[in-house]
């Protein structure tokens, strides 16, 4: 079974560029999470969806970040302008129903942002 | 103060010791507590749930105390495919916002 897929992996970019972030979650989830990952920072929340419609983006740092959903296969993260401290690892996962624990992960986007 | 503290490590220790970690939550009315387990430049992967009675899968052991609002992961018998980063996850009382923790390193030496 497929799990959780991101794209792209790896990314190396320019500060003040667009980067657009890929996610397909795992058929038949209904939930789907952007994770930011850093040293300093650990893990942190950005926003989630529920059946496509974002639910808490209270994650989201500033303006520079939107997150979509256009269905239930597809979301996107994109950071405009980019900056250096946005370099990070950008995580995706998705569940079924309510969480009670199991976050399916994707492998993560790798971002560098010079 | 973060919502969920963990000591970051590293633990080294050797094959077969038995090693603990703790992790402080400051919400009291946190409902679902987690252990996720994370790999060198890996995604997460649940390890497993913490139950209020205590719970065990194999060599780990998790507890849970609501009235300090700590958790606890112990392992016994430490192989050296279980250095990983340990997270630490709760779960907000409403909506499914999981909180992580920064995680404690365990690195096992032959």
């Known amino acids: 079974d497929a799990g959780v897929i991101q794209s792209p992996r790896h990314e190396v970019t320019e500060m003040g560029q667009e980067v657009t972030l890929r996610c397909k979650p795992i058929?038949?989830?209904?939930?789907l999470f952007w994770y930011r990952q850093t040293m300093m920072r650990g893990l942190e929340l950005l926003i989630y969806?529920?059946?496509?419609?974002?639910?808490?983006d209270s994650g989201m740092p500033e303006d520079r970040f939107s997150a979509k959903m256009p269905n239930a296969s597809f979301s996107t993260l994109k950071i405009q302008p980019s900056e250096p401290r946005d370099s990070a690892v950008y995580f995706c996962?998705?569940?079924?129903?309510?969480?009670?624990?199991?976050?399916?992960f994707g492998e993560g986007s790798r971002l560098t942002v010079l | 103060r973060k919502e969920v503290e963990q000591d970051p490590g590293p633990f080294n220790v050797p094959e077969g010791a038995t090693v603990a970690f703790n992790c402080t939550y400051s919400?009291?009315?946190?409902?679902?507590f987690f252990w996720y387990r994370q790999d060198c430049r890996k995604e997460p992967k649940l390890l497993m749930s913490?139950?209020?009675s205590g719970n065990e899968d194999g060599r780990f052991t998790a507890q849970l105390n609501r009235a300090s609002q700590y958790i606890s992961l112990l392992i016994r018998d430490s192989k050296l495919s279980d250095s990983a980063t340990y997270l630490c996850?709760?779960?907000?009382?409403?909506?499914?916002?999981?909180?992580f923790g920064a995680g404690t390193i365990l690195r096992v030496k032959s």
């Open positions: 996962a998705s569940s079924f129903g309510r969480v009670t624990g199991e976050l399916f």
């Open positions: 058929s038949g989830h209904d939930y």
């Open positions: 969806f529920n059946n496509n419609v974002p639910i808490d």
């Open positions: 919400n009291s009315a946190s409902q679902s």
């Open positions: 913490v139950y209020s």
């Open positions: 996850v709760v779960n907000e009382e409403y909506g499914n916002k999981l909180v």
